[in-house]
């Protein structure tokens, strides 16, 4: 809703965007880009439809909107709250699906979450219903209502097709370049 693409690792958060056609990139403490949220985030995403960034760190969930006129994030109302007790995992990546639904996923398992009243609404296998999606996956964007892009901690960025259930492309690719060639 701002643009911006964000990158989070450990206790940091990369900006990236586009600005007179010339790749731009800044590094803040993720509690200064996100106030009062947490200090390290194991998921992090944004609900495209509302705007919304999820950020959670183990059990507590942080959601922000982005203040269009004082140009800075804010902590959403009913925020932070712990993760639902009928999620029985700690989540390892969060992401929105093709068909808009908000996912949490550990190994094997996932849920189908809506923040804004912090429920699962569906439990499942990945197998089941993301068959062929990479085991060490730490990021997922998406490119077309049937393509998605997947970032692996093997240092590769694929490209999963949701019609066939299968990775069609793969690159190389460490993450410090990758960074490099976000949002152009």
Not at 61 to 72: C, E, G, I, S
Not at 83 to 106: A, Y
Not at 112 to 127: M, R
Request: proline content about 4%; some cysteine; glycine content about 4%.
């Amino acid at each position: 809703h701002n643009g911006r693409t964000y990158l989070f690792s450990r206790d940091r958060v990369y900006e990236v965007w586009r600005h007179d056609n010339l790749q731009q990139k800044t590094s803040f403490y993720i509690n200064e880009m996100f106030p009062k949220g947490p200090r390290t985030v194991s998921v992090a995403y944004t609900n495209a439809r509302s705007g919304v960034t999820v950020l959670i760190e183990r059990t507590n969930v942080y959601r922000f909107r982005w203040n269009r006129d004082k140009k800075h994030f804010h902590l959403a109302r009913k925020s932070p709250q712990q993760l639902s007790k009928d999620i029985n995992f700690i989540p390892h990546i969060g992401f929105q699906w093709s068909d808009d639904n908000q996912v949490l996923m550990k190994n094997n398992d996932f849920v189908i979450y809506d923040a804004y009243w912090n429920v699962p609404t569906f439990k499942g296998s990945k197998e089941d219903y993301f068959r062929n999606l990479p085991n060490d996956m730490i990021g997922m964007t998406l490119k077309t209502q049937t393509l998605l892009i997947v970032y692996t901690a093997s240092n590769t960025v694929q490209v999963y097709d949701t019609k066939k259930h299968r990775i069609v492309q793969e690159y190389p690719i460490e993450t410090n370049k990758l960074v490099g060639c976000i949002n152009e």
